[in-house]
Nanobody, 120 residues
Framework: VQLVESGGGLVQPGGSLRLSCAVS????????MDWYRQAPGKQRELVAT???????NYADSVKGRFTASMDNAKNTVYLQMNSLKPEDTAVYYC???????????????WGQGIQVTVSS
């Protein structure tokens, strides 16, 4: 199973970015995916979870600003990030749980990580 992320970069405070994560290498449908992030010197934290039924959960720090979505047909998940703050600066990782359906486990398959930098 391979996860490929795209869409990161440098943005000014208050700006927006959209991350994508495409899953390949499996014939099974992915029913849940997560987004994590890790800032320098900090532990990796769960940012958002989403299921194929469009159930989502978010960390308190991003509620109202970030929106996760999933394209079931493409096995792809997105993270729309609005009103970005400098404290959102981190490497963002997408994750597929080992059973393909239980979000928030913190194990399974990982993307390579993509840098998001919020700075003026």
């Amino acid at each position: 199973v391979q996860l490929v992320e795209s869409g990161g970069g440098l943005v000014q405070p208050g700006g927006s970015l959209r991350l994508s994560c495409a899953v390949s290498g499996t014939i099974f449908r992915v029913s849940a995916m997560d987004w994590y992030r890790q800032a320098p010197g900090k532990q990796r934290e769960l940012v958002a979870t989403i299921t194929s039924g469009s159930s989502t959960n978010y960390a308190d720090s991003v509620k109202g600003r970030f929106t996760a979505s999933m394209d079931n047909a493409k096995n792809t998940v997105y993270l729309q990030m609005n009103s970005l703050k400098p404290e959102d600066t981190a490497v963002y990782y997408c994750n597929v749980p080992p059973d393909f359906r239980t979000p928030g486990r913190g194990d399974g398959y990982w993307g390579q990580g993509i840098q998001v930098t919020v700075s003026s």
